[in-house]
């Protein structure tokens, strides 16, 4: 998660000058801890309609893992 911006889901790159962590696409700069905290508040803000997206995702890989492992078993037949 650290690596994604809490706003827009961008790329956030670490910049040593400034010791912050900008997102590439928005802009938004914030130390380590602050977007550890940020990313909590996220996290609460979504609760439990968060936790049935994740879930779904989960078995969404779940899912895809299965079909490519058993596509591959068909083609090694």
């Known amino acids: 998660m650290a690596n994604n911006c809490p706003e827009c889901a ?3 790159k670490y910049q040593p000058d ?3 962590l900008v997102c590439q696409s928005c ?3 914030l130390t380590r801890g ?6 909590q508040k ?3 803000e979504r ?3 968060g936790d049935a997206v994740d879930r779904a995702k989960s078995r ?3 899912w895809l893992d299965w079909y490519s492992q058993s596509k591959k078993e068909k083609e090694n037949y």
Not at 34 to 39: H, K, R
């Open 42 to 44: 996220v996290r609460n």
């Open 47 to 49: 609760g439990a309609e």
């Open 27 to 29: 802009g938004l700069s």
């Open 18 to 20: 400034i010791k912050h």
């Open 10 to 12: 961008g790329k956030m």
């Open 60 to 62: 969404r890989k779940e």
């Open 34 to 39: 602050e977007l550890e905290v940020y990313w």
